[in-house]
């Protein structure tokens, strides 16, 4: 994090506090005006008049608000005047030169603009309890699909993770945790933006930005754009996830919170970490496992180097290859935030840190087509009782011989500690009404300590194997951005706003150890394997820069119960990644004297890493090194007239993509290079109207077409295998970009704080991008092709209803739920080398059924809230299967976490406690291979208690 960060987060903080107020009048005159100066004030979204809107003349006492029309009189001297027009959640105008003579009444017509305006998607700010009533406005009155998620309902969440509280927002569902899919889209077809400046990710095989990596106290809100219009990246698709942080607060705030919980097959109980370095509790590792400076920038091999060289190579490495064994501390977490407004001057900072552990117990099986057609197990890391629950235990000791006692399968056991810090800073400055800069900085850092051990039956040796794989990554986010906001009353009300943003992104993977030992029958005992990844030191380092200037233009018309945007801007993105691999393993040669039982800090010592004992051998591969670029050159405009009940949204957006990348040598970058990338040119059109039924029911319907490109990774053709038995994922340079024609439709009823939406949608793809497997005589290679085709539709229902019908009592409940039916097909055709086994099937990740429902009841006597939370993901698809075995696919599961929070410390209530119950059912989380075991395992209940405290 750069000190620019630390220095302003901390005079935000800790700074004094400084805050002018311009004082108001405690009271006004109710009085009857007859002259002088008379205008009406409406609701730019809208066009609707704006009742309570505060109307006064600058320099004198004169004021008064509009009524229930819209309207004002005002009877001032005559004179020239500057008229000021301010309402709460909008932006404050200010009309200069308005002359009003004797005897005369001048007129004027002022359109407020919701706070954070933009054609398109209106953006209306609460700083309120109605903040959630304000929400719902805003999308009453939004021209696109979108669902918004305040920071209040992100604080009544169990987790403090975006990707936990996205998951309860209709049409959208999380794989593993924090890769978000939007009606039943994956990861290719979203796009996440900070503002309205794109994320890069410190995924390598993604293309997402993995949402578990931002902490929700850093958010003021989020926003998922489900219809496309021009202003939005060509890479729509499924949608936008746009994260906006913490904004500036009209009055001087300082809070801090922390939290403690406990999970119930975790916490106190015997964890498994990799040893590293003294920062490593703060999530910062790479330093102590650093690639030791002896080794040098050409592949270490025999031949180039002399025995004793690769011998002081080798010896150089920590030997460290085990674990270490401790009781598991609580998870924690620890936050600050705070702003203050000083004049012109606006200031936001906020910090958090939080640790996470997580041990799980699983069972995983892999399968082969056996002789008779059927599916016979070929490694088996699962427990006998998992297989005597399952009734597959009469199929595995069909594979494992009489005299192997089953004791030894073990399954998998996984231990990972992971460490969160974020931190964001912002100054505005309003250079005059009509003008204000802006400077945000937003930092988000993980590091996850993982050990996995597995231990079961392994086909290819015929005898039961041990795999111990100690790993350490970290994963960044860093993002600035200079921005301006500029409104010129006098040229057609124009707002001209313009951004500039560097975004960086990296991953470090340093000193990956993999080792594994076979079960030797003769001998009873486990003896280290020298084939596969065992004895395997891995470093992989990966870097993503992101520069997107851009500039938007907008401009508003009035006349007689019409209301015209128009809106035009230009971006440029300039997006470059580098990636490296290198991969070394310490091979046997002359052993006498050695004994391979040995555990591997005691087979691996200094004195046994010689010419005749273990040597250290470079794998590194042609392919372990790539760069890659993106340039995408963008312009658009849009047109949003609004006639009574009417709204019309039409645009176009022109896209020039170039996308570039070089696999090669890591040790030569002119041999072999594998070359791949794509230029084109896409014209995205969109179409949208809204019909306003009544004022309170909408329906929408809009058309766009839209792009999904392939990442970087999928165009590389570096190979990885994250299992031993288990397929090698390799890219595809060939590879194309998918096409999307979008079609949704839209009803709803909104009656703050109650709602009834019900959404259609409907998505078809041309050359969309799926995984398949490719035949090979070594292993299974996933990669991605360009398939035939692929159509997805679906149903959204979503209701907000409160229980006053109950009568006083129901009054303070709410019941809440989503409910999403997704049904997709994606047609693969005729493949050259295909392998796969279903040829139509599901889109990968999309889940034909998702359920959301929340009970919320309110105490007002106890200032207290409780909430229940319920949640359905159905079964969707994880891998394809291949040689005439089935699918994979997770199977359905329910979840319920309950939350209970009470404000404490007089009228103020600056002091909160709450209680979270998470994961309550612990349903065993299962994956089938067709009716087959394949993966299964539990994640715990966790129960924490947070404590927060408002300063001021």
């Known amino acids: 994090m750069g000190k620019r960060l630390w220095i302003v987060l901390l005079t935000t903080i800790f700074g004094v506090q400084g805050i002018a107020q311009e004082s108001t009048p405690s009271s006004r005159e109710s009085r009857q005006l007859t002259g002088g100066l008379s205008g009406v004030v409406i609701d730019l979204a809208t066009n609707r008049p704006l009742p309570g809107a505060s109307v006064s003349i600058v320099g004198t006492t004169i004021a008064t608000q509009t009524d229930a029309e819209g309207g004002f009189l005002l009877s001032p001297p005559p004179g020239i005047y500057t008229l000021r027009i301010s309402c709460a959640g909008y932006q404050q105008e200010t009309l200069t030169g308005i002359e009003v003579r004797a005897g005369e009444t001048a007129s004027v017509e ?51 993770d975006a990707a936990s509280v996205l998951s309860r927002v209709v049409g959208l569902s999380v794989v593993q945790n924090k890769y978000i899919y939007v009606r039943g889209l994956g990861e290719r077809y979203s796009h996440t933006t900070l503002g309205d400046a794109t994320l890069p990710t410190p995924e390598p095989d993604r293309r997402v930005v993995p949402m578990d990596l931002i902490p929700v106290n850093l958010l003021q809100e989020v926003r998922v754009v489900k219809s496309f219009t021009p202003d939005q990246p060509g890479e729509f698709s499924g949608g936008v996830v746009r994260l906006r942080t913490l904004d500036s607060p009209s009055s001087g705030t300082l809070k801090v919170s922390t939290s403690i919980g406990f999970n119930t097959q975790t916490s106190l109980k015997s964890f498994l970490t990799d040893p590293g370095g003294r920062w490593d509790w703060l999530g910062f590792g790479k330093g102590a496992r650093a690639l030791p400076a002896l080794i040098p920038d050409q592949a270490v091999i025999s031949g180039r180097y002399s025995p004793s060289e690769l011998q002081a190579f080798g010896r150089a490495f920590r030997p460290v290859w085990e674990p ?10 620890y936050s600050i935030s705070g702003g203050r407004s000083i004049g012109r001057w606006g200031f936001v900072g906020a910090l958090h840190f939080g640790t996470t552990l997580q041990r799980q117990q ?215 990644r580098a990636f490296l691999s290198r991969r070394f393993r310490f091979i046997p040669r002359r052993l006498r004297g050695i004994n391979l039982s040995l555990p591997p800090e ?38 949003d007239l609004m006639a009574k009940k009417w709204r019309l949204i039409a645009g176009a957006r022109v ?30 059109p969109s179409v949208g109207v809204v019909l306003a039924l009544t ?61 009834l939406a019900v959404s259609f949608f409907l998505k078809q793809m041309s050359d969309p991008i799926e995984p398949v497997i490719e035949p090979s005589n070594e292993t299974t290679i996933a990669s991605w092709r360009n398939v035939s085709g692929a159509r997805n539709a679906g149903v959204e229902l979503e209701v907000r209803q409160n229980l006053g019908l109950l009568g006083a009592f129901g009054q303070r409940m709410q019941i809440s739920g989503n409910y999403t039916f997704v049904h997709s097909e994606v047609t693969i055709g005729p493949q050259p080398l295909n392998a796969l086994t279903s040829l139509r099937r599901p889109l990968v990740g999309q889940s034909k059924h998702l359920f959301n429902a929340a009970f919320d009841y309110e105490i007002p006597r106890w200032a207290a809230h409780v909430r229940l939370l319920g949640q359905y993901i159905g079964r969707r698809l994880t891998d394809v299967g291949a040689y005439g075995l089935a699918d994979i696919a997770q199977q359905g599961y329910p979840s319920m976490d309950f939350i209970f929070s009470k404000q404490f410390l007089g009228e103020a209530k600056r002091m909160e406690v709450k209680v979270f119950l998470e994961n309550l059912l612990n349903h065993t989380i299962r994956f089938a291979q067709g009716p087959d075991p394949y993966w299964s395992y539990r994640r715990g209940r966790t129960f924490q208690i947070g404590l927060s405290y408002r300063i001021y």
């Not at 170039?658 to 896409?682: C, H, I, M, W, Y």
């Open 695 to 755: 004022p309170q029911m909408n329906l929408r319907l809009g058309w766009s077409q839209t792009v999904a490109r392939p990442h970087f990774r999928e165009l590389s053709p570096y190979e990885y295998t994250d299992v031993t038995g288990g397929p090698s994922a390799r890219g595809n340079p060939g590879l194309r970009r998918t096409r999307i024609r979008n079609l949704d439709l839209r009803w709803e009823w909104l009656r703050p704080p109650e709602l």
């Open 324 to 333: 270490r064994a401790h009781r598991a501390s609580p998870n924690q977490s």
């Open 655 to 684: 896209e020039d993509s170039d996308q570039s990348v070089q696999t090669f040598n890591p040790f030569n970058r002119t041999l072999n290079v594998v070359e791949a990338g794509q230029k084109a040119r896409d014209i995205l």
């Open 362 to 576: 699983e069972n995983r099986l892999f399968y082969i087509l056996g002789g008779d057609g059927h599916p016979v197990p070929r490694s088996i890391f699962a427990t006998p009782d998992f297989l005597r629950q399952q009734g597959i235990l009469p199929r595995a000791r069909a594979v494992i011989p009489e005299e192997m006692d089953l004791g030894l399968l073990k399954g998998y056991t996984s231990s990972a500690r992971t460490a969160r810090l974020g931190g964001l800073a912002s100054v505005s400055y309003q250079w005059t009404p009509q003008h204000k800069l802006f400077w945000r900085t937003f930092y988000a850092h993980d590091g996850t300590n993982q050990v996995r051990i597995y231990q079961g039956w392994y086909e290819s040796r015929f005898t039961v194997i041990r795999n111990q794989r100690l790993r350490f990554t970290e994963e960044e986010i860093a993002s600035e951005q200079l921005s301006g906001e500029h409104v010129f009353p006098g040229l057609a009300n124009s707002l001209v706003a313009w951004r500039w943003t560097y975004s960086r992104a990296r991953l470090d993977e340093p000193d990956g150890r993999e080792i594994i030992y076979e079960f030797d029958r003769a001998r009873q005992q486990f003896r280290f394997f020298s084939q596969l990844q065992s004895g395997l030191r891995l470093f992989n380092i990966m870097r993503e820069n992101l520069r997107e200037p851009a500039l938007d233009w907008s401009a508003f018309f009035f006349g007689r119960g019409l209301t015209l945007s128009l809106k035009a801007g230009a971006s440029y993105s300039n997006r470059d």
């Open 602 to 639: 005691r087979l691996l010592v200094l004195e046994n890493i010689r010419p005749d004992g273990f040597e250290l051998f470079e794998e590194t591969r042609p392919t372990d090194a790539y760069v890659a670029a993106h340039d995408i050159v963008a312009g658009y405009a849009m047109a």
């Open 110 to 160: 002022v359109a407020l603009s919701p706070k954070g305006l933009r054609l398109g998607e209106v953006e209306v700010r609460a700083e309120t309890d109605n903040g959630p009533l304000a929400l719902l406005e805003e999308r009453r009155t939004s021209a696109v699909v979108s669902e918004i998620i305040s920071a209040r309902e992100m604080a009544r969440d169990v987790k403090s």
